[in-house]
């Protein structure tokens, strides 16, 4: 339960498109292909590291690098995209999750034609998640599920989280565990979504699942492979595409995200952990700290 609960709050790596804006010149190119990145210049007394994470993912697919490892001993603090431990309290959890209905009593029913809707019930009813429970819930928050990702390959269930791995690691070490943003901001990027735009998400996501062209099959495949080209593509590509909602589900999160990594890292060495979407591209992090003057380099 407690992963699927962390899962409508890391929602946003799925169904984020990337931006094309002028600082091409930065992003990380074919041959830097890399989940880790060390991060380094400008004032930093020991580097720092960048890691991309996939948020769920089977057990028999987890691994981690003798690079990552030795890059995560390094480190004196971990920081995500948000306070992983914060995330584990369930007095501060449950406020948020109320916060996960539609209002104005808005039902998912609302936002579909019938056929749709037929849809929708189906794929979740499939899985054990009856619609009487689910048709008040914002349909991002759905798309967490309807895309599969609860699922291991051979369809087990057996899935680890990247986060919650990383974060049993720091707390058994004994090491600070931080964020780059709050909980409730996730939550009001949520809110700036019209239902209907979600809505069509969940559907397009449930139809590629369904027509055995799964998008987390895909990337799956293309993390393994660290493959940051091959995972820009598929999300430029995708069909279930938030439209003009990139910038603000992507572009900004990522520029707000530096000036907080560039505090943290003056301090200590930190090693960041977020969502593998947001290092490639023009908008993406590695290039985004380039562009503050970082030498940030890969590691394989």
Do not use: C
Not at 145 to 169: C, F, I, K, P, T
Not at 172 to 178: A, F, H, Q, S, T
């Amino acid at each position: 339960m407690q992963k699927i609960i962390y899962s409508l709050f890391l929602t946003i790596l799925a169904a984020a498109a990337w931006a094309q804006p002028a600082s091409a010149r930065f992003a990380p190119t074919a041959e830097e292909n890399s989940l880790l990145w060390e991060i380094s210049g400008k004032g930093i007394g020991e580097p720092s590291f960048l890691y991309g994470t996939i948020h769920m993912i089977g057990r028999e697919d987890y691994f981690l690098t003798d690079a990552t490892k030795a890059s995560y001993e390094k480190a004196k603090r971990v920081t995500f995209e948000i306070d992983m431990e914060e995330m584990m309290d369930f007095s501060k959890l449950f406020p948020l999750l109320m916060k996960s209905f539609m209002a104005n009593d808005t039902t998912l029913e609302d936002l579909l034609s019938p056929e749709d809707y037929e849809l929708v019930s189906e794929h979740f009813e499939g899985i054990g998640l009856p619609m009487i429970f689910l048709n008040r819930i914002k349909p991002m928050f759905l798309s967490a599920l309807g895309e599969g990702d609860m699922m291991s390959a051979d369809g087990s269930g057996d899935v680890v989280s990247y986060e919650m791995e990383l974060m049993s690691l720091a707390q058994k070490d004994k090491k600070p565990i931080d964020g780059l943003e709050t909980a409730e901001f996730q939550m009001s990027v949520f809110d700036s979504i019209p239902y209907k735009v979600q809505a069509r998400m969940l559907v397009e996501s449930i139809r590629s699942e369904d027509t055995g062209e799964g998008q987390f099959e895909q990337m799956v495949k293309l993390y393994k492979s660290q493959d940051l080209q091959g995972m820009q593509a598929m999300m430029e590509s995708e069909e279930a595409g938030i439209g003009g909602y990139e910038d603000l589900l992507l572009v900004r999160r990522n520029r707000n995200w530096i000036p907080v990594m560039a505090k943290m890292m003056v301090e200590q060495p930190t090693f960041f952990a977020v969502g593998a979407g947001h290092l490639g591209g023009p908008e993406g992090v590695v290039a985004l700290l380039r562009e503050a003057g970082y030498t940030v380099k890969p590691l394989r």
